[in-house]
């Protein structure tokens, strides 16, 4: 099993910058790709970005490549995602997401989510 555990979201203005973490623990032996989605109010949860276990691979959702930045410390057992120039769109809860099956996230792991809220 692997817990994950996020923080680092709040209430924010518009062009204002967040970083969130996500705490990996547990089984976390085998190769553990990652990433960030959100689910904003009513509609259905996206994948923001993604990081394969070797670092690379990574992959971002169109309305935020430029603006955010995802990464991981292995060290730690910690994902990142620095988000800047954050717009309204944004809003939503962020959750990190683990799987050991390729990018299969639907049959991996997941947290509880955090919340960002960006006004104008």
């Known amino acids: 099993q692997v817990q994950l555990r996020e923080s680092g979201g709040g209430t924010v203005q518009a062009g204002d910058s967040l970083r969130l973490s996500c705490v990996v623990s547990g089984d976390t032996t085998n190769n553990i790709n990652m990433a960030w989605f959100r689910q904003a109010p009513g509609k259905e949860r996206d994948l923001v970005a993604s990081i394969a276990w070797t670092g690379g691979g990574i992959l971002y959702e169109d309305a935020v490549e430029g603006r955010f930045t995802i990464s991981k410390d292995n060290a730690m057992n910690t994902l990142y995602l620095q988000m800047n120039n954050l717009q309204s769109d944004d809003t939503g809860v962020y959750s990190c997401?683990?799987?050991?099956?390729?990018?299969?996230?639907?049959?991996?792991?997941w947290g509880q989510g955090t919340q960002v809220t960006v006004s104008s």
């Open positions: 997401a683990a799987t050991k099956t390729g990018f299969n996230w639907d049959s991996g792991y």
